[in-house]
């Protein structure tokens, strides 16, 4: 059977580079929109939402378990080092610890090319366990049920500096 060239060009539309600009990622498959608490997920094609929110948090761990631990108001910054753009979210947890997330990517690159998130605790008071929380939370919509994803980051402060990764 063959379909008129006119149907095939609706449906046939190309993602032919990744690309990373403002705070902006776009791939193949889906496109973020990064803000200084959340992000925001759109399916490349179709531009519809594919998830309400990428939220992150910082947990402590007490002597009762993990605790929410507040991140303030997180400042946003761009680079470019080189072929990479770099988005930049910092924020201060009761002034003894730095956060840093960079989200991270090449400004153009191949289709399917992924972002990469990394997080990075630094003590400034002392030594504690720390981690990053990060949820999905999904669109009732789009799918049967509304599923929300955690996954966890864990760094144990004893040193100033300590780097985590966290791809995606």
Do not use: C
């Not at 032919?16 to 997920?41: D, K, P, Y």
């Not at 400004?107 to 990394?118: C, V, Y």
């Amino acid at each position: 059977m063959m379909l008129p060239a006119t149907l095939w060009s609706t449906h046939a539309v190309v993602i032919s580079n990744s690309t990373f600009v403002g705070t902006t990622f776009t791939n193949e498959h889906f496109r973020m929109e990064i803000g200084g608490t959340q992000a925001i997920l759109y399916d490349a094609l179709s531009g519809s939402s594919l998830a309400q929110a990428v939220k992150w948090q910082i947990e402590e761990r007490s002597a009762n378990g993990w605790i929410v631990r507040d991140l303030g108001q997180p400042t946003m910054s761009q680079d470019n080092d080189g072929v990479y753009h770099r988005v930049i979210v910092k924020g201060t947890v009761d002034n003894v610890l730095n956060v840093i997330l960079y989200f991270e990517a090449g400004r153009s690159d191949a289709p399917q090319k992924g972002l990469e998130i990394t997080a990075d605790l630094q003590s400034t008071g002392g030594h504690g366990q720390y981690r990053v929380v990060w949820s999905v939370e999904m669109l009732p919509s789009n799918y049967s049920s509304s599923r929300t994803w955690w996954g966890t980051s864990l760094a144990r402060l004893a040193s100033p500096y300590n780097r985590l990764l966290d791809s995606q």
